[in-house]
């Protein structure tokens, strides 16, 4: 089976790829959210920045 590439923008509208898509998701899940929903915090990785938004963060758990 081939995993298909994930790939989002930053902060800035550059390019990011996800390695580890699960490992990401229960990262935002266990330090960036408020009730299950995204709280505004920053996550940084590989000096990217993103804003944990309730969208962004519904976006990246939908994947």
Known sequence: MINKKIVIKDDYGIDFEIIDLISF???LTEYHTLNGEGDNSLHTEN????????????MIQNM
């Not at 920045?49 to 969208?55: A, L, P, R, V």
């Open 25 to 27: 998701k229960n990262h």
């Open 47 to 58: 000096g990217r920045s993103f804003t944990i938004t309730k969208e962004f963060y519904k």
